[in-house]
């Protein structure tokens, strides 16, 4: 749970910086300083608010020290409305005093503030003690009323305003109720309108006193509400005093409304054409705008729902009575009255709904009713003039009554569960005029009554308080105005008692016979006078006509002119009837009430208004009360101006000062002990956080850790009570230190659990999204698994009908077979013409196509490796394949030799005798190699050129040329098929030949192929297995045998044949 104090202290955390401003400096919790201070400027902190208070004052009279100073109590005053701070505590009471101008202190951001907060944790302010009557209302449920007091133009108008702004604001709502809600509100507006008026004390002034009962169900929404007025002011509809105005709702039909409404009311856009209008010959003021005014009213009667016919009839019953005010009279030849023009008493008879003749009557005559008979009594000037105001006022009277009932059906609470009430009781205020009359009187002695009840309920309940707590306490005196109470109201005795009976005894009462009365009855009185009672020197400043009435808040000289009629507010009863006949549905509605069929003398004005007033403040007295003290700046409504006796006057007549007293008995503050503890609970190791045991042993443990001293505090029965206001000073300032450390603990355990709470957010995020994802993928997984399978099933049964003709079954099998058998065969072709070996082994069902694609890719690394050869290359292996004709698969050799190049020539031109070249020249050199030539008796190995030209083979030893055997005598060349090097060419028997020639050389293919080709004689080399017979000389012959063996050798075998033995090769 979070105290209250820290939510009071996030509140305060976010208070805007430009309210503050407005404030500046009277706010010792100010929000920057909270944020911005740091531990070790704690000293510092504690310089600040106490420098803070000696500017701006302190806010609660209570810790004033000394508190019986009347002086001191006006220096806090003025200290603070200088700095624009209106409002003071005493206590829980609220003292407000008008600025006379705007002050930014009433915006919605500051009301959420207020909300829910507790009273003495933010400056004073009308809406902390208006949140502080709800919540305590929603708490214990119980019924609350809010006394709003103050003399004329104090703000008491104002602040019940305010206070019904808060809880349209403030409480909880549903659709249906802010409908209801706004009618509360702008319910102001309408009546402002048709009960307010300017005077010379108010431009505003209430001319009637209201009560309003907001009505509260459990959850604390506001579900109804209900008006009672009290006494209007009739007599201001015909009659103003100099510098005075009539009702506000006149001036503004006049100067606001369209030009097509006024012409259908008869009305010219001109105040001064109205007599009702200009007495006061102020009928303009700068300070009032009327034309705007209108539009509010307007705007107002749409949401209280006024229908078109309700608003036509209600402004024609306004225009009626300007109208009726233009009506004049001059008296006929006899005396009487008779109309002067006519058009006036038209424009009411239309207006009224009431026949012209009909009404025309009621105002000239008088029904007389004798018995059975009426007689018809003509008026004289002034009795039809009496007559005429008379009916203005009774008409504009009874239709203020009616709108009121009218805004009460609009705000009826319809629910009937049990509800709760806050009263507003905003009442005109105490004044006084130069002149004053029976309105005067009423309007004080109004006041009076609500002075008394404040009596009862704080001063009286206040010291009961000590008692009630068993703390000791010095009485205080204070002046209890019951004595004038009584002076007015008492029964049989008081001057109401007296006016009533003087006007309802027979015989001729006037008013100052009613004065006579008062002196036989009140003389001695210590709070009445007259010019006759009065001595010497008071005598001067009383008429013969006057009374004088020392009033609690200061005398007041009355002028008994007019109490009589007033108290009788008679209207004939012929005016009655016609106007119950009237097509005006609120007229008729309003005149057909019950009074006309009753016999009974009405009861006078005084008296009602005496009886309301008893009964509201009995009401009043079964509620918890809540009081503003409204005290006025200065009587010239300037902003701004402190006018000290003026203030000094309100003070002592409302009885703050006795009030404050009282409040301190000896003890500056005191609380009840969980609010105190609640507090102040942070102070204490022990009370803070919780404190689970009795809120008072609570009080006990922190009043001991903060060291205060026995003599410094009392312990009630129920809360605490503090001696001196630097005791609680000192609390508070430590308080104050203690709150920022709070605020940052606060801050910090807030942000930890805000990270907590987002990371556990993140983490429960970050789960689902895992699961989600973790579904996601096995979903994934098992449709690839049972697709898998599918494909398996698919393809075992491929494989195991593989070998079928083509069909559903095995179709996809085998174009996967084929397809993977040439995946294979891409990855694994031969690189090469001569690798035969590499190429897969085809499946069966690929079979035939990889024989083609063999084929095929064969073809194609021939045709690649054919067109990468040059000429030259060519031509070298056209020699080579030449060799391959003539020794592939023939001699055992050939194989090793196919690898070795061919080069053109093995021993250059320049290494054979320079002679033997001279010598072949012709015959061009095309080749020549080093062989070894046996004996073709002996086999003696000789070393010899084997030069080969273009037409014939050489064998040259150094410088000669051993032999030339034209290649047309070379018959045959044999060679064995092992793997040695002999070569036997067999040359034809010409007269010179020599013999066939045994010759051994390296190069056995690169020379044989040559000479074949350079001879054309491929044909006649032979391959021969076995030995070579040769012709030693013609008709000799010798042998060459070959077989192979561990080494290879040359040598003459015993038989005289040539042994070669060559190695034995592998492949053999
Ligand atoms: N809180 C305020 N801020 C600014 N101006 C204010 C405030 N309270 C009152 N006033 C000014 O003082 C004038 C008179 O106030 P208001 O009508 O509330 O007086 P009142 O006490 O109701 O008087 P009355 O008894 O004549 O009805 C207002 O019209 C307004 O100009
Ligand atoms: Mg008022």
Known sequence: MIASV??????????????????????????????????????????????????????????????????????????????????????????????????????????????????????????????????????EMNNHFILISGESGAGKTEASKKILQFYAVSCPSTDLLTSLRDRMVVSSAALEAFGNAKTLKNDNSSRFGKYMDIQFNSEGEAVGGHILSYLLEKSRVV???????????????????????????????????????????????????????????QQALIVIEFTEDDTESLFGIISSVLHLGNVHFEPDARGYATLLGKAEVGWVSKLLGIHEQVLLEALTYRKIEAKTDEVLSPYTVDHAIYARDALAKAIYGRTFTWLVNRINESLVNKDSTKKTVIGLLDIYGFEVFYVNSFEQFCINYCNEKLQQLFIQLTLKSEQEEYEAEGVEWEPVQYFNNKIICDLVEEKHRGIIAVLDEECLRPGEATDLTFLERLEEKMGGHPHFVTHKLAEKKTRKTLDRGDFRLLHYAGEVTYCVVGFIDKNNDLLYRNIKEVMRQSKNPIVRQ??????????????????????????????????????????????????????????????????????????????????????????????????????????????????????????????????????????????????????NELATKLQAKYRGYKAKGDFRRQKQAATRIETCWRGVRARKEREKRAWAVKIIKKFIKGYLRRGEA??????????????????????????????????????????????????????????????????????????????????????????????????????????????????????????????????????????????????????????????????????????????????????????????????ECEHLFEVLTKLSILANKQSVIKVVQGSIKFDIQPGKEGFVDFSSGQEPMVYKAKNGHLMVVSLRTRTR
């Open 590 to 739: 309003c005149f057909s009430s019950t009074d006309m069929d009753s016999r009974k003398r009405p009861e006078t004005v005084a008296t009602q208004f005496r009886t309301s007033l008893i009964k509201l403040t009995n009401t009043l007295a079964s509620k918890e009360a809540w009081y503003v003290r409204c005290l006025k700046s200065n009587e010239a409504k300037e902003p701004g101006k402190f006018d000290e006796a003026l203030v000094r006057h309100q003070v002592k007549y409302l009885g703050l000062m006795e009030h404050l007293r009282v409040r301190r008995a000896g003890f500056a503050y005191r609380r009840r002990y969980d609010i105190f503890l609640k507090r102040y609970k942070p102070l204490c190791p022990a009370t803070w956080p919780h404190w689970y045991g009795l809120p008072a042993d609570g009080v006990a443990k922190l009043v001991e850790h903060l060291g205060y001293k026995p003599d410094e505090y009392k312990m009630g029965r129920t809360k605490i009570f503090i001696r001196h206001a630097r005791t609680l000073y000192a609390t508070e300032d430590a308080f104050d230190v203690c709150k």
């Open 806 to 999: 083509v069909s559903a079954d095995n179709s996809e099998y085998l174009a996967f077979v084929r397809q993977n058998f040439l995946n294979r065969l891409r990855d694994n072709l031969p690189k090469t013409v001569l690798d035969k070996t590499t190429w897969p082994t085809p499946p069966p069902v690929v079979k035939e196509p990889s024989a083609l694609l063999r084929v095929l890719h064969m073809r194609h690394l021939v045709r690649k490796y054919v067109r990468g050869i040059t000429p030259q290359r060519k031509a070298e292996l056209e020699v080579k394949w030449i060799t391959s004709v003539l020794f592939k698969g023939k001699k055992d050799s050939y194989p090793q030799s196919v690898a070795k190049p061919f080069v053109a020539t093995r021993i250059s031109e320049q290494d054979i005798n320079v002679r033997v070249v001279e010598t072949i020249r012709n015959e061009r050199i095309k080749y020549s190699t080093p062989v070894v030539k046996y004996d073709r008796s002996g086999f003696k190995p000789r070393q010899r050129q084997l030069i080969l030209t273009q037409a014939a083979l050489y064998m040259v030893e150094e410088v000669k040329i051993k032999q030339r055997v034209g290649y047309a005598a070379l018959q045959g060349v044999s060679v064995s098929n092992l793997s040695d090097n002999i070569m036997i060419l067999h040359v034809a028997c010409e007269p010179k030949h020599k013999g066939d020639l045994v010759l």
């Open 239 to 297: 009659h103003q005093n100099h510098g005075e105005r009539n009702f506000h709702v006149f001036y503004q039909l006049v100067e606001g409304a369209e030009d097509k409404l006024l012409q259908s009311l008869g009305l010219e856009r001109d105040c001064q054409h109205y007599s009702y209008l200009v007495q006061g010959e102020c009928a303009n003021v700068s300070s009032i705008n009327d034309k705007n005014e209108w539009k509010t009213v």
């Open 6 to 139: 820290s939510i009071s202290l996030l509140k305060i955390a976010s208070w805007r910086g430009d309210i503050w401003e407005g404030w500046a400096g009277q706010i010792i919790l100010r929000c920057d300083l909270l944020q911005s201070r740091k531990t070790h400027d704690n000293q510092l902190d504690m310089e600040w608010t106490l420098a803070a208070r000696d500017r701006v004052g302190i806010q609660d009279f209570v810790l004033l020290d000394p508190h019986t100073s009347e002086t001191a109590f006006l220096d806090n005053l003025r200290k603070r409305f200088s700095e624009d701070l209106i409002y003071t505590y005493i206590g829980t009471l609220l003292v407000s005093v008008n600025p006379y101008k705007e002050i930014n202190i009433f915006t919605k951001d500051l009301m959420e503030i207020y909300m829910g907060v507790n009273f003495f944790e933010l400056p004073p302010h009308i809406y902390a003690l208006a949140d502080n009557a709800y919540h305590t209302m929603l708490q």
